[in-house]
C-alpha cells in the first residue's frame, strides 16, 4: 500500500530564514509520481511541482527547491528565504503509474512570522 | 485558461438532508476527482470520473455518489448528512484518467457544514 509520512506538522519561523518540509513516501511500485500541494488560508490546493520516480534531478524554482532521494525514499522541500506569503500548510502526495487516486501526507503548516 | 470551479462554496445542512455539490473542470479537461478534507482525516480520496464512467472509488459509503456529465462537469451528491460529513470538498481536474501520469489542479473546495 502506499503512504506518505510528513513527521512535521506544524513549524514556526522567522522571515527571511531557510525551511525544509520532509516527505518520506512508501511504494512497492518503481513508477511512480510525487508532488507537492500548498493550500493557503483560502482553501485551494495549489500545484507546486511533479516528479517521476526516474527523474532524481533535484529542482529549483525561485526560491522553491526540491531534493528527490530513492536511496531514503524522500522528496523533501526547502523555502530559502522565507516570507509570510508563504504561510500556508504544505502536502506531499503520491501517485502510482496505473491509475490510481493522488495518496496525500497529513501536511505541514508553515507559519512565518515577520 | 479558467481554473476549476465549484459551487457552491459554502453550505450549511442539518442532519438527514442531502446536498449536491458541483465542479466545472478546466478546459479540455476530462477527469474529475473528489476529496474530501477534514482535520481529522486529513485528504481523502472520494471518487474519479472519466468520460461519464467512474474509474476509481474510494472507501466511502453508499451515501456518496458523484456523476460526470458530457462536458466534463461533475457533480457529487450526499444523502442523508450525518455530523461527520462535516468538510472541505475539493474537486480535482486532469487532462487524462491517469492521475500517476498527469498532474490534478484543484478548484477552491466547498465547505460543508452539518448541523
Known amino acids: 500500500a502506499q503512504k506518505v509520512t510528513q513527521a512535521q506538522t506544524e513549524i514556526s519561523v522567522v522571515e527571511k530564514e531557510d525551511v525544509t518540509l520532509d516527505c518520506v513516501y512508501e511504494t512497492r511500485d518503481t513508477t511512480y509520481y510525487l508532488f507537492w500541494y500548498k493550500q493557503p488560508p483560502s482553501g485551494e490546493l495549489v500545484f507546486l511541482i511533479r516528479r517521476n520516480s526516474f527523474d532524481e534531478q533535484n529542482e529549483i524554482s525561485g526560491r522553491y527547491s526540491w531534493n528527490f532521494q530513492k536511496s531514503t525514499s524522500s522528496f523533501n522541500f526547502t523555502i530559502t528565504a522565507s516570507q509570510v506569503v508563504d504561510s500556508a500548510v504544505y502536502f506531499c502526495?503520491?501517485?502510482?503509474?496505473?491509475?490510481?487516486?493522488?495518496?496525500f501526507g497529513k501536511g505541514t503548516r508553515l507559519s512565518v512570522i515577520a | 485558461k479558467a481554473g476549476v470551479t465549484q459551487t457552491p462554496r459554502y453550505l450549511i445542512k442539518t442532519r438527514g438532508q442531502q446536498v449536491t455539490l458541483s465542479c466545472s473542470p478546466i478546459?479540455?479537461?476530462?477527469?474529475v476527482s473528489w476529496y474530501q478534507q477534514t482535520p481529522g482525516q486529513g485528504l481523502q480520496f472520494l471518487f474519479e470520473?472519466?468520460?461519464?464512467?467512474?474509474?476509481n472509488k474510494g472507501n466511502f459509503p453508499g451515501r456518496f455518489s458523484g456523476r460526470q456529465f458530457s462536458n466534463s462537469r461533475s457533480e457529487m451528491n450526499v444523502s442523508t448528512l450525518e455530523l461527520g460529513d462535516s468538510a472541505l470538498y475539493l474537486c480535482a481536474s486532469s487532462l487524462r484518467a491517469l492521475a500517476g501520469a498527469d498532474t490534478q489542479y484543484f478548484g477552491p473546495g466547498t465547505r460543508l457544514t452539518v448541523l
Open positions: 502526495a503520491l501517485s502510482d503509474s496505473g491509475n490510481t487516486p493522488l495518496v
Open positions: 470520473y472519466f468520460s461519464e464512467t467512474q474509474r
Open positions: 478546459s479540455g479537461h476530462r477527469s
